[in-house]
């Protein structure tokens, strides 16, 4: 766990910074992901039955600060490649964004997934989200594997991407 600090004043005593993963389904976390899901999207992404089967049946992973959850990533294993995971979701709530945090927890979520023996994260990321796609690529390595066309029926672009974690921890 590290000490995290949202601010630089002289003053502040930060926040205890973690990364964790939810290998025990805890019904607890279901109105929270709600209520983190539909503060970082347009339209909702989850219900509390898709919150509880990712959490049975996939992983969440989680970034708090002291206690409190700040973000969350979404993963399952990929039908077409057992040795791959697939990151469905990854949120922050407001106000913690744009200090790195996104980075913390994605560079967590990797560690971790290297400890469970994965090979290969993927994740779809859409056409106009350039900073996304830059921070995955520039910061991470993932490669454009492909380009999905309307694949989620809105009439939007999505990079697929997809990173070698074996690549990635020569990189780090």
């Keep these: 766990m590290e000490r995290y600090h949202l601010t630089r004043s002289f003053n502040s005593e930060g926040y ?23 503060l970082s999207y347009s339209e909702p992404t989850f219900s509390r039955y898709t919150i509880g089967g990712i959490m049975r049946f996939g992983r969440i992973y989680l ?5 409190l959850v700040i973000g969350a990533c979404h993963t399952f294993r990929s039908f077409d490649d ?18 790195g945090l996104g980075s913390r927890l994605l560079q967590g979520v990797l560690l971790k997934l290297d400890a469970r023996k994965v090979k290969r994260v993927a994740l779809a990321v859409a056409n106009n989200n350039h900073r996304a796609i830059s921070v995955y690529r520039t910061k ?26 074996a690549e990635w921890l020569g990189k780090n």
């Design 16 to 38: 205890d910074l973690s990364v964790t993963e939810v290998d025990i389904p805890d019904p607890s976390l279901v109105p929270v992901l709600t209520e983190l899901d539909l």
């Design 63 to 67: 970034i708090k600060a002291d206690d």
């Design 82 to 99: 057992p040795e791959a995971v697939v990151i469905f979701n990854m949120a922050l709530r407001p106000g913690w964004r744009g200090h």
């Design 140 to 165: 991470f390595g993932f490669k454009s594997v492909d380009l999905l066309q309307n694949e989620f029926n809105n009439g939007q672009a999505y990079h697929l991407m997809q990173l070698d974690l």
